[in-house]
């Protein structure tokens, strides 16, 4: 049994597509907090991306050990600035603003849990560049998106519109849309939870 430990639609969408079997659960993390106490130490983005992809998993695998747990987190750090999901319309704006003309990393962690141990763990980096849009163009862009901006760090959904806001990616699709699929798919094989 492989379970996602997350209600994210970009992540069981990647998984359904894959053809896999999977049940979602809602991690019962406080994942505000967690991150806010992450953000206190030394750790770099990836390291807090990582710790809250394994507070997800391992807090699922406490109540399913018989399952493949699945977590998985994604911190936006542009110029040393740390994006989370905007909270409104407003924010998104805000956030939008910042990245407009500038580059930033988009790190994405993974991991599988079993057994009360993590067994597989993968962090990838994208790199993108938003082109400089109007401030016409943002307007449209917030009309169009409407609520979908708050669902996902960055106020962007690539998968859609959120692919005009770009000129220039670097990384792997899959990961900036959630998950490492290419290579979760190998870790999930590797654990057994797929065949070979």
């Known amino acids: 049994m492989i379970v996602l430990a997350s209600t994210s639609a970009s992540r069981r969408k990647l998984l359904s597509q894959a053809g896999l079997d999977f049940a979602a659960a809602s991690p019962p993390v406080d994942e505000a907090g967690l991150k806010a106490d992450l953000k206190k130490t030394p750790a770099d983005a990836g390291d807090i991306a990582e710790a809250l992809a394994e507070a997800k998993a391992n807090s699922v695998a406490v109540l399913r050990p018989d399952a493949y747990v699945i977590g998985a987190d994604q911190m936006l750090d542009c110029d040393g600035t740390w994006f989370d999901k905007p909270a409104d319309r407003a924010d998104a704006r805000r956030h939008l603003e910042s990245l407009r003309g500038k580059t930033h990393r988009l790190i994405t ?18 790199r993108l560049t938003m082109r400089e849009f109007s401030d016409e163009f943002l307007v449209q862009y917030l009309d169009q998106a409407g609520d979908a901006v708050t669902s996902s760090v960055g106020a962007y959904q690539l998968e859609g519109l959120g692919a005009q806001l770009f000129e220039k990616i670097e990384g792997d699709f899959f990961s900036i849309l959630g998950l490492p699929l290419i290579p979760l798919l190998g870790g999930l094989r590797h654990a057994g939870a797929l065949t070979t």
């Open 109 to 126: 962690a993974a991991v599988i849990a079993r057994e009360g141990r993590i067994i597989w763990r993968c962090r990838d980096t994208a």
